[in-house]
């Protein structure tokens, strides 16, 4: 016990120290959990004043409070039960802590960003009546010492749903406004994007005033062209709604936009990874110039298992005909050609003059 208080008086003796880092740094020697308290001990039993600079840490947990009072304020209209806290330090103070460390042999003590990242944590937690996790927080604090500033973000939602599209005309995706390609300019009022209306602005709106996000991703499971309509029980989509405030926040489960109706919305934990496979029935009506026969029909059995492409935009994008094609002659110039066709999310419906279920 001995050399260990030598080594006590040894180091305050050469340092001046902050209560918090005198605790932290001669736990060890003391065999107590670090503290302000111990550290306030045993600067009085050596006769060391605490209102000194602290050689390590500049006094820096003086100045939390009012770090903390700012996240505070950014994050009062936040819906969070959980957060996480990444601290950004100048090196110096980590160094001056080191060679602390390595001159008296201190092993096995927490570091002074722990020490720091520990006290504001358990300031955070009882005042917003939430709990620090490592592993996806709702709320995420980055605080930077080098600039004394901070800043926030929360984690997306995921949302699933399906639209169906009841007038032609809307096309699904917004499209990047041509004057200034994404940048923004005055033509698009500095949003990058062409005034037209799409599906996707339209569910964007929705869910960004619904949670109080800034943005939405959405992926499309397949797509249609801006005059076919989608029928049946709608197309699928995901949505992820990036730094959303109000995560508690209801989401009924259907919902009439202009044009558009949404339907089995709801909240997901995740959004599933990769592409998804989904099967689509595909009915075309053909209006022919000739009248047709049913031998003529019986010639085009060759189109099973062949490769369909997409004529209308991007003739890389085909899908294969299924087995269960059907061919039906409806009258003298019109016959109709119906098949289920295995889509992936990248893949479009590409007939535009035809009315297609997805
Ligand atoms: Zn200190
Ligand atoms: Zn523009």
Redesign the pocket.
């Given at each position: 016990m001995k050399s260990e208080y030598v080594k006590i008086s040894k180091i305050l003796k050469n340092y001046d120290?902050?209560?918090?880092?005198?605790g932290?740094l001669i736990s060890k020697l003391v065999g107590k959990q670090s503290s302000k308290l111990v550290g306030t001990k045993y600067l009085k039993k050596f006769g060391k004043s605490s209102n000194t600079k602290?050689?390590?840490?500049?006094?820096?947990?003086e100045n939390l409070d009012s770090m903390l009072s700012n996240i505070f304020e950014k994050s009062s209209n936040i819906d969070f039960k959980t957060f996480n806290l990444g601290l950004i330090l100048k090196n110096s103070f980590l160094e001056r802590d080191d060679l602390i460390k390595s001159k008296f042999k201190i092993k096995g003590i927490e570091n002074?960003k722990f020490s720091i990242s520990s006290e504001m944590t358990k300031k955070i937690s009882r005042k917003t009546k939430s709990k620090r996790i490592m592993n996806d927080p709702e709320l995420f604090i980055q605080v930077n010492f080098k600039d004394e500033s901070s800043t926030i973000r929360t984690k997306p939602i995921f949302v699933y749903g399906r639209y169906n599209k009841k007038i032609r005309k809307i096309r699904q995706k917004r499209m990047s406004c041509k004057s200034c390609n994404d940048i923004g300019c005055h033509n698009c009022n500095f949003r990058g994007l062409e005034n037209t209306e799409s599906i996707e602005d339209k569910i964007s709106n929705l869910l960004i005033k619904k949670f109080e996000g800034n943005q939405v991703k959405i992926n499309w499971i397949g797509g249609e062209d801006q005059s076919s309509l989608v029928l049946g029980n709608g197309r699928p989509f995901f949505a992820k709604i990036l730094n959303p405030k109000k995560r508690n926040r209801i989401l009924r489960k259907s919902s009439n936009l202009e044009g558009i109706s949404l339907s089995e919305l709801r909240k997901i934990l995740v959004q599933p990874k990769g592409s998804i496979p989904f099967k689509s029935k595909v009915s075309i009506i053909i209006d022919t110039e000739k009248p047709i026969l049913l031998t003529h029909l019986k010639k085009l059995d060759v189109l099973e298992n062949t490769k369909i492409h997409d004529l209308s935009k991007d003739k890389k994008k085909s899908y294969q005909t299924n087995l269960s094609d059907t061919l039906q002659k409806i009258s003298k110039n019109l016959f109709s050609f119906r098949f289920i066709s295995r889509w992936w999310n990248s893949y479009q419906i590409f007939y535009p003059k035809f009315g297609c279920n997805p």
């Open positions: 120290l902050c209560e918090y880092c005198t932290r602290c050689y390590v840490c500049k006094n820096i947990f002074l």
